[in-house]
Every structure is written in structure tokens, then in C-alpha cells.
């Protein structure tokens, strides 16, 4: 599909705003899934119209799927901005596409010209333990550390590429973890330090000492494409697009400003860079995403399928309210840069966009990593301090009847602990004080000093019956 053919098509439809024959290589990047394309690509797409030299490199680890849907379209896709009015955004920055399996990767390693490497590849994508450090019992890392041809893991692909540089003698890449993951760029440095050990210590120590991994925060709500979506461009853009991508209005990337690290050039285009990124991305992981997390869990035992839906319900908007402005915003610091309660105000009112069909069985994949970062850290110093939480109890005993309900209903379960949580499901009795004495034993969740509070049995076998009943009232099953 020509880009001459897509450059004016349909009354919405909209025009690439640089000579897509003059980009070259500037980024590689890990994982481009929805949120990647509906963000840092659209970020890169309009640096293009200024400098020619930030094309991307997507590559998928696993997945044929995005290479099958964008080839026939020279790697072109449309942005829809969910606003009270749709806009769209033909987006061209991905100049390759490729997976893990095909090594085009390594091309890339090997250009003069790469620049900077992105990851999104979800919280587990990081193969690391409960403490954040690399599992090396993890079979992906297993198997990279016996054959590093086809990596099966990012933190493998990451290290052979850079022993390509290495050897090579080409200039480090920076590289920016773009996950929910707390201090995500000192994870990820500490992953690819510790792997490339095994692999050669002079590898190693080159890296430690010489590849920049700021830490970042991305923020915009991004839900799955469907049939609805790709009709709706096809009606308003006016070609057949396979793969298109959404998002709401709000965009956001943060990135740490560390002394390696020069990425003035990304400022112009709203891209924040600070030294102070801890509290940029406490807000994120514990306002947003906590949020996230409870509404869809409480959500789903009331049968909604949207975020919308679920915010539309005055008891859950009024309980959202109270959990963001009671219970989560207390723990946080507002800054020069960082108004906590227009933060709060803004997510409102974002969880609110009737335009977003964001659906809660998304966000409820991964649960057992999800919890810990963005619930129970919160919970557990709320504790310390006395402050109340009934809605961060009742969204983490939500989460709890979601397992058993999916378990009884023979219900697939997203989670890397699915084998488990499924075996825990089974054993549950739909009784509070049992059930969750069980949950409460999965120590890759809960925490020893969680556990050891005295409060918090009792609180979660109150929001548990809680739950239930809720369950009964909408006749919730599954």
C-alpha cells in the first residue's frame, strides 16, 4: 500500500508530514504492541518532520501478528486520538518489522546510526525474580545463556546486541525501558549486567560502566484494536487499514536525566526530561495504575465490561474518588513540577471519556505482578501510618474473587503464576475467612511483613464478603 495512495484519502484522513524516502535507522525498538505504536512511535513520527534520521526498527519477540498486518501496508498505520471528536493520525516511523526469530535485529545493532533503544514488554517481559533481580531459572534466560542466536528473552536480545557493538567498537546505544516498572532503567541495567557476566565479564563491565538505562514513565491510555475500531477507520479515513491503533487525547513520557543521556531533541516534542523522576512515576504506578487495578477488579465483580461503564456507577465512581484522594494521594508528594490534585482531577476525568472502550478483562491480566507495585505498597504504608484503606482492601479481595470466579468458570487466567493461582482457585471454599488465608500464603504477592500486620486478614476477609455479596446483587458468576 503506497504511501501517495494513503496521503489523501478519506474527509478525516491525514497526510505523513516528511519525505518518507529520506528516513533512516535512528531507533530500535522491543516489543511495539498497541501502546508502543500509539505512543513513542507517534512521538518519533513527529520528530521526523524534523530530523529525518529517527526511523524504528520494531521488533516482536514472539508475535508474527504485526509483521503479517503492517508488511502489505509499508509498515503505515492510523492513530485514532479518542476525544469527543475522533482524529486520526497517519503514522509512518517504522520503517522495519521484524521478530526475534528472523535475527534482523542484529542489522540493527550493527548500524552506525542506531541511537537509542525502547522496550515495551510488560512487567514480566524482564525475567525477574520477586526481589527484581534476573531469574536465572527462568527458561528463557536458560536458554539464551546456551545459544545466543534466536533469543527468547529481551534481556538476551539486549546483551548479544551489545556484544555486537562491543566487539564492533560502535558507540552505545541509550536504551529506555518504557514498562510499568519501578526504577524500570535500574532493573532492566542490573538484568543485562548480571546476564552478560555469565557470557564475558569485559562485555559486562563495558556495559556498567559505558550503556546509558534511564528510568521513564509513559502514560496514555491505549485500548486493544477490534473489528469496531478497523471499521471506523476504514468509514472515516477511507482505505482498509489491518492494524490501526487508539488512544485517548493524554500522552505522556517522562524520562530521567542522567549524565550519559542526551535526549534534548525529544523535549520540543512534550517529552519530560527531569532528575526528579521518582515522583513522576509514584504518582503514575500508584494514582493510576492502583486505580486502574481496583475500579477494574470491583468493576468485573459487578459485571461491567468498560472502564467507562464501571466509572458511570455512582457507588464505584464515589469509591474511585475516595481511593485516589484518601488513601493513595496521602502517600504521595506534590511538587513544583507535580500537582497531585490536578493529577487526580485529570484522571477522573480521563476514567470518565465515554469515547475509551477500555476493557476491564485487559486490565486484569497479570494480576500477581500488577498487585504488589501498584496496591500493596501503598496498603502496607498506609498501615504503618494507621490510615484507613477500605477500597485498596476491597480492590485487592476483588482481585481474589476475579481468580476464584475465573477458576470455578474454567476461565483462562493471564498471569505468569497462573499454574498457582488456578490451584489456589480450586481450593478455594467461597468462604472469606478460608479464602483468603489461602491467598494470603503466595508469597511471590504477598509480602512476609504484609502478611504479618494484624490488620490485614480480617480487612481482606471483610472486603471478600464484601465482594460476594456484590456478586450476588448483579449476579456476577464469572
Known amino acids: ?52 534520521g529517527w526511523g524504528i526498527h520494531a521488533v516482536s519477540m514472539r508475535s508474527e501478528t504485526l509483521k ?12 485514532a486520538v479518542l476525544d469527543r471528536e475522533v482524529s486520526y493520525q497517519l503514522v509512518g516511523s517504522l520503517l522495519k518489522i521484524s521478530t526475534a526469530e528472523d535475527g534482523a535485529w542484529k542489522d540493527s545493532f550493527l548500524s552506525e546510526d542506531l541511537k537509542l533503544i525502547t522496550l515495551t514488554v510488560t512487567e514480566k517481559g524482564y525475567c525477574l525474580d520477586s526481589r527484581g533481580h534476573l531469574n536465572f531459572d527462568n527458561s528463557d534466560i536458560i536458554a539464551d545463556l546456551s545459544d545466543g542466536s534466536r533469543p527468547k528473552s529481551v534481556i538476551g536480545m539486549l546483551t548479544y546486541g551489545l556484544q555486537i557493538r562491543y566487539a564492533e567498537n560502535l558507540p552505545p546505544p541509550i536504551i529506555i ?3 510499568n516498572l519501578p526504577e524500570n532503567g535500574v532493573k532492566l541495567k542490573n538484568a543485562v549486567v548480571t546476564f552478560s557476566a555469565r557470557i564475558d565479564r569485559n562485555l559486562s563491565k563495558w556495559i556498567e560502566s559505558s550503556v546509558a538505562f534511564p528510568c521513564s514513565m509513559v502514560d496514555a491510555i491505549t485500548p486493544a484494536t477490534d473489528e469496531k475500531l478497523i471499521a471506523q477507520v476504514e468509514k472515516d479515513v477511507g482505505f482498509a487499514d489491518a492494524w ?19 535526549l534534548s531533541v525529544l523535549q520540543d516534542l512534550g517529552v519530560t526530561i527531569t532528575s526528579n523522576l521518582e515522583n513522576f512515576e509514584q504518582a503514575k504506578l500508584r494514582l493510576l495504575n492502583g486505580a486502574h487495578s481496583c475500579l477494574t477488579y470491583i468493576g468485573l465483580a459487578r459485571g461491567y465490561d468498560t472502564v467507562y461503564d464501571a466509572m458511570n456507577d455512582s457507588e464505584v465512581n464515589s469509591k474511585i474518588q475516595s481511593l485516589l484522594r484518601r488513601e493513595i494521594k496521602p502517600v504521595l508528594k506534590s511538587t513544583k513540577d507535580l500537582d497531585l490534585d490536578l493529577y487526580v482531577e485529570n484522571l477522573l476525568n480521563r476514567f470518565s471519556n465515554p469515547a475509551i472502550s477500555h476493557f476491564l ?26 490510615r484507613p484503606s477500605p477500597i485498596l482492601f476491597l480492590g485487592v479481595a476483588a482481585w481474589m474473587r476475579f481468580i476464584r470466579r475465573s477458576v470455578r468458570a474454567e476461565k483462562p487466567i493471564v ?33 512476609a511483613q504484609l502478611v504479618g500486620h494484624p490488620n490485614i486478614e480480617s480487612e481482606l476477609v471483610k472486603g471478600y464478603d464484601h465482594i460476594m455479596r456484590m456478586e450476588e446483587q448483579f449476579g456476577v458468576t464469572v
Open 415 to 447: 498471569d505468569p503464576e497462573s499454574i498457582r493461582l488456578i490451584r489456589i482457585g480450586h481450593e478455594c471454599c467461597d468462604k472469606g475467612h478460608v479464602d483468603v488465608q489461602k491467598f494470603l500464603s503466595m508469597d511471590f504477592v504477598f509480602s
Open 68 to 79: 503479517q498486518r503492517l508488511s502489505p501496508q509499508d509498515g503505515l498505520y492510523t492513530l
Open 1 to 52: 500500500m503506497a504511501v501517495s495512495r494513503l496521503n489523501k484519502l478519506g474527509p478525516k484522513s491525514s497526510t505523513l508530514k516528511y519525505d518518507r524516502n529520506s528516513i533512516t535507522l535512528g531507533v530500535l525498538h522491543i516489543g511495539p504492541g498497541a501502546f508502543h505504536r500509539a505512543h513513542q512511535a507517534v512521538y518519533f513520527d513527529d520528530l521526523l518532520a524534523r530530523d529525518p
Open 361 to 386: 478483562s485487559q486490565i486484569a491480566w497479570d494480576g500477581s505482578i500488577k498487585l504488589p507495585i501498584r496496591i500493596l505498597e501503598t496498603l502496607f504504608e498506609n498501615l504503618k501510618v494507621g
Open 177 to 179: 525501558s518504557c514498562d
Open 244 to 262: 490501526p491503533v487508539q488512544r485517548e487525547v493524554y500522552s505522556d513520557w517522562i524520562i530521567e536525566q542522567t549524565g550519559e543521556n542526551d
